[in-house]
C-alpha cells in the first residue's frame, strides 16, 4: 500500500465522539446502548447553575461483543463540559462496571472498555462527582478480580483528576500520542506550586512529562498506538483476550517504593530520568 | 442560560428518531422523536440569552413553504451559529428520513 | 510555607496508644496496630524528600506507603477467619502538587493506595475512615473514601470537597463569593460537613470537645463509635452510601441500568 493510501484508509480515533468511538470498537450490530439520550437521564444539578444539560450527561454506555467476548464500554465525552464527571455520568460508569461484576459472579464473563477523555470531578457537582468517582474506584477493582478492565486515553481531553486515578487502576492501559495521563492539571499546578514549579504554558513541557509517548516509555501504561481505528480495536481486542495481568500496576507498591527509594530528588526532575528510574532494569 | 419553545403547522410524525451533536462549545445537541399529528415543537435551551428573536426567525426560514413531519425536537445549545443549528437540524431530518 | 495540621497525628497518637507502630513506611506515614485495628495516618513530615508532600499532602510515597501498609495486613490475615480492622484517620490537605508527583506518575501512586485499600474491603476487614480535618480531593480518594463506613467529626475545619475555593472559583469562572452563594443552596459543592452528610455519604458525625487534641471523653466516645461502625459493617461493598434524597439521581441510574443491562 502506498503512503497516501494508507493515509486514506486510516480512519481515526480521537476526531470520533464517544457513542462513535464505542461503536466502532464492537463487532458490527452488537451495540446496545443502555440509558439512552433519548430517555433523558440528565444531570440534575447543571439547570439550577444556569449551564445547558446533554442528554446523556456525557456519558455512554454500550454492552456488545469485542471480537466474541461480552463486554460492556463506558464512553466518556470529552467535548461535553470537558468530559468532566457529575453525579449521573459518575453513576452511570460506576454502576454499569458494578453490574460487569455481578455477570461474572453469575457466571457471565462480562469485561470492561473505558475510554477515558475527562478533566476529572465536575466542579458544578463537586462532592458527588468526587463519590461517583469513588464508587468507579471500588468497582474497577472489584471487576478486576475477574476479568480485565481495559483503559484507553486516546485524546484530545486526556484523563485527569480523579479519573486518572481510576485509568491507574485498570488491567491495562492504551495510549495515543494525542494523550495526556495526569492527576492534576497544569493550571492547577501552576496555581498551587508556583510558575518555576509548572509552567501551564509551556506546552512542550508539559508533553514531555505527561504526553502519551512518554508514560509509554516509563512503563505507565501498556500499549501506545497511533490514532487509527482498526490499529485500537485491534489492541484493546488483543488485551482483553490475554485475561488478567500477572501483578497489575497498581499493585506494585514495593517495587515503586524501592525505585522512588534510589532516586536523587534534589535535581528537578527529567523526562529521562524518569524512564530510566522505571523502565532502565527492565529491558 | 434560558429555555424557549416554538411550535409550528405539521403534517405526520415521522417513523424513526435522531440525535446529532453534541453540548460542546459553538455546537448543539438535537433530540428529533416523533410528535404530534400536525404540530412541530422544539424546545430550546440555551446558554446565549436573549435570542428569542434569533431561533424564530432561523426555524420560520428552514419550514418556510414546505409542511415538516410532526415532530418533537429538543434542543441543548451551547452557542451555536445559525449555520451550525442549520447543519445539525439537516443531519437529523435526513437521519430521521432514513428510518 | 504555611503552618501544617496536627490534627492527624494528635488522633492518631491518641487512638494507637500503647500500640505496635508497623514500620518500614515513609516517614509521613503512621501506622500502629491497637486493639481495635490497624491505625493508619498521613502525617507532615518536613523533611520530606519530596518537598511538594512536606504538608501533610498525599504525594507518591505517601500513595505507595498507604497501598504497603494496608497490603501489609491484608497479607498478614489472608490465613485468618478474623480479619483485622483497618481504620484511616484522615486529615489531608491535598494531593501534592509539582513537577516531580507528575512526571514520577502520582496518579499512579494514589491508584496503588485505592486499590490496598478495595482490596482489603473485599477480602472482609472493615475498613473505616474517620474524618478529623481536611478530605481534599485526590487524597481523600487514595485515604479514606474506599472505607466501608465513613466517620465525619462535627468542627468547621473537617470538610470533604473536591478542589480548594480559590482553584475552584478560577476553572469555574467565579469569584469566590459567588461560588460561596452557589454553594449555600447546591448540596454537593458546599465545604460545610452538614452539607456533606446531607448526600448520604457518611455513616456517623460525632461532635467531640477538643478536635485539635482529643480529651479522655472524646477519646472514649470515638473509640465507641469506631467499634459500633465495625460491627455494623456487613457486606463488602458501598452500597450502603445510597439512599439520601440529595444522591437520589445515584439510585436512579443503577435502577434503570439493571433493568436495562
Known amino acids: 500500500m502506498t503512503d497516501s493510501a494508507a493515509l486514506l484508509n486510516k480512519h481515526s480515533f480521537v476526531e470520533l465522539g464517544a457513542r462513535q468511538r464505542a461503536k466502532a470498537l464492537l463487532d458490527?450490530?452488537?451495540?446496545?446502548?443502555?440509558?439512552?439520550?433519548?430517555?433523558?437521564?440528565?444531570?440534575?444539578?447543571?439547570?439550577?447553575?444556569?449551564?445547558?444539560?446533554?442528554?446523556?450527561?456525557?456519558?455512554?454506555?454500550?454492552?456488545?461483543?469485542?471480537?466474541?467476548?461480552?463486554?460492556?464500554?463506558?464512553?466518556?465525552?470529552?467535548?461535553?463540559?470537558g468530559g468532566s464527571l457529575g453525579e449521573v455520568g459518575g453513576a452511570k460508569i460506576a454502576g454499569a462496571l458494578e453490574l460487569a461484576a455481578e455477570d461474572n459472579r453469575n457466571g457471565i464473563p462480562t469485561c470492561a472498555v473505558l475510554l477515558l477523555e475527562t478533566g476529572g470531578v465536575r466542579l458544578q457537582e463537586a462532592n458527588l462527582g468526587l463519590a461517583a468517582i469513588a464508587d468507579i474506584h471500588a468497582a474497577i477493582v472489584d471487576l478486576q478480580r475477574y476479568q480485565p478492565v481495559v483503559g484507553v486515553v486516546a485524546?484530545?481531553?486526556?484523563?485527569?483528576?480523579?479519573?486518572?486515578?481510576?485509568?491507574?487502576?485498570?488491567?491495562?492501559?492504551?495510549?495515543?500520542?494525542?494523550?495526556?495521563?495526569?492527576?492534576?492539571?497544569?493550571?492547577?499546578?501552576?496555581?498551587?506550586a508556583g510558575i518555576e514549579e509548572y509552567d501551564?504554558?509551556?506546552?512542550?513541557?508539559?508533553w514531555s512529562l505527561t504526553g502519551g509517548e512518554q508514560r509509554f516509555a516509563s512503563g505507565l501504561v501498556d500499549r501506545y498506538v497511533g490514532d487509527d481505528v482498526a490499529k485500537i480495536r485491534q489492541q484493546v481486542g488483543e488485551l482483553l483476550q490475554q485475561g488478567l495481568p500477572v501483578q497489575p500496576r497498581s499493585q506494585r507498591a514495593e517495587w515503586f517504593l524501592q525505585r522512588l527509594a534510589s532516586l536523587d530528588t534534589q535535581a528537578q526532575i527529567e523526562p529521562s530520568v524518569v524512564r530510566g528510574l522505571y523502565q532502565g532494569e527492565r529491558s | 442560560m434560558e429555555t424557549?419553545?416554538?411550535?409550528?403547522?405539521?403534517?405526520?410524525?415521522?417513523?424513526?428518531?435522531?440525535?446529532?451533536?453534541?453540548?460542546?462549545?459553538?455546537?448543539?445537541?438535537?433530540?428529533?422523536?416523533?410528535?404530534?399529528?400536525?404540530?412541530?415543537?422544539i424546545n430550546v435551551q440555551t446558554s446565549v440569552n436573549g435570542a428569542q428573536q434569533r431561533w424564530q426567525h432561523l426555524f420560520a426560514r428552514m419550514f418556510d413553504g414546505t409542511t415538516p413531519p410532526a415532530m418533537a425536537i429538543d434542543i441543548h445549545d451551547f452557542g451555536a451559529?445559525?449555520?451550525?443549528?442549520?447543519?445539525?437540524?439537516?443531519?437529523?431530518?435526513?437521519?430521521?428520513?432514513?428510518? | 510555607m504555611s503552618g501544617y495540621s496536627l490534627r492527624g497525628l494528635n488522633w492518631f497518637n491518641a487512638l494507637?496508644?500503647?500500640?505496635?507502630?508497623?514500620?518500614?513506611?515513609?516517614?509521613?506515614?503512621?501506622?500502629?496496630?491497637?486493639?481495635?485495628?490497624?491505625?493508619?495516618?498521613?502525617?507532615?513530615d518536613p523533611d520530606n524528600r519530596f518537598p511538594r508532600a512536606r504538608n501533610g499532602e498525599v504525594g507518591l510515597l505517601e500513595g505507595w506507603g498507604l497501598a504497603k501498609a494496608v497490603d501489609d495486613a491484608i497479607n498478614a490475615d489472608r490465613e485468618n477467619a478474623q480479619k483485622r480492622p483497618i481504620i484511616a484517620i484522615v486529615d489531608v490537605p491535598s494531593q501534592a502538587y509539582g513537577r516531580r508527583e507528575e512526571a514520577l506518575g502520582i496518579h499512579q501512586a494514589l491508584a496503588g493506595a485505592a486499590d490496598s485499600y478495595a482490596r482489603a474491603r473485599l477480602a472482609g476487614h472493615p475498613v473505616i475512615a474517620l474524618l478529623v480535618g481536611k478530605a481534599m480531593s485526590g487524597a481523600f480518594l487514595a485515604h479514606g473514601y474506599q472505607?466501608?463506613?465513613?466517620?465525619?467529626?462535627?468542627?468547621?475545619?473537617?470538610?470533604?470537597?473536591?478542589?480548594?475555593?480559590?482553584?475552584?472559583?478560577?476553572?469555574?469562572?467565579?469569584?469566590?463569593?459567588?461560588?460561596?452563594?452557589?454553594?449555600?443552596?447546591?448540596?454537593?459543592?458546599?465545604?460545610?460537613?452538614?452539607?456533606?452528610?446531607?448526600?448520604?455519604?457518611?455513616?456517623?458525625?460525632?461532635s467531640v470537645q477538643q478536635i485539635e487534641q482529643p480529651t479522655t471523653e472524646d477519646l472514649a466516645?470515638?473509640?465507641?463509635?469506631?467499634?459500633?461502625?465495625?460491627?455494623?459493617?456487613?457486606?463488602?461493598?458501598?452500597?450502603?452510601?445510597?439512599?439520601?434524597?440529595n444522591r437520589a439521581a445515584s439510585s436512579r441510574v443503577r435502577e434503570l441500568l439493571r433493568a436495562q443491562w
Open chain 1, 28 to 81: 458490527a450490530g452488537t451495540f446496545r446502548e443502555l440509558l439512552d439520550p433519548f430517555q433523558r437521564v440528565m444531570s440534575p444539578w447543571l439547570e439550577r447553575q444556569g449551564v445547558v444539560p446533554q442528554a446523556d450527561d456525557g456519558v455512554v454506555i454500550a454492552k456488545g461483543l469485542l471480537d466474541g467476548l461480552p463486554v460492556v464500554i463506558a464512553a466518556i465525552e470529552g467535548a461535553f463540559q
Open chain 2, 4 to 41: 424557549l419553545s416554538f411550535e409550528f403547522p405539521a403534517g405526520q410524525p415521522p417513523r424513526g428518531r435522531a440525535l446529532v451533536g453534541c453540548v460542546g462549545s459553538g455546537d448543539l445537541e438535537v433530540l428529533i422523536e416523533p410528535g404530534l399529528t400536525g404540530k412541530l415543537t
Open chain 3, 147 to 206: 472505607a466501608n463506613r465513613i466517620i465525619a467529626l462535627r468542627d468547621p475545619g473537617v470538610m470533604v470537597h473536591a478542589m480548594g475555593k480559590a482553584s475552584a472559583a478560577r476553572v469555574t469562572l467565579r469569584s469566590v463569593e459567588e461560588l460561596e452563594a452557589l454553594a449555600a443552596s447546591v448540596p454537593p459543592m458546599a465545604y460545610d460537613i452538614d452539607s456533606y452528610a446531607s448526600l448520604g455519604l457518611l455513616w456517623e458525625t460525632l
Open chain 1, 200 to 206: 501551564s504554558r509551556d506546552r512542550p513541557f508539559i
Open chain 2, 81 to 99: 451559529t445559525p449555520g451550525v443549528v442549520r447543519l445539525r437540524l439537516e443531519q437529523g431530518f435526513e437521519e430521521i428520513g432514513h428510518d
Open chain 3, 221 to 245: 466516645r470515638v473509640t465507641e463509635c469506631l467499634k459500633q461502625a465495625i460491627n455494623d459493617v456487613t457486606g463488602s461493598d458501598l452500597k450502603g452510601r445510597l439512599g439520601a434524597s
Open chain 3, 16 to 44: 494507637s496508644m500503647g500500640a505496635k507502630a508497623v514500620d518500614g513506611l515513609p516517614p509521613s506515614l503512621r501506622v500502629a496496630d491497637a486493639d481495635l485495628g490497624r491505625f493508619i495516618a498521613v502525617v507532615a
Open chain 1, 155 to 192: 485524546g484530545s481531553v486526556g484523563c485527569f483528576g480523579g479519573m486518572s486515578i481510576a485509568a491507574a487502576l485498570c488491567s491495562y492501559l492504551l495510549v495515543t500520542q494525542e494523550a495526556r495521563l495526569g492527576l492534576n492539571g497544569p493550571q492547577v499546578i501552576e496555581q498551587e
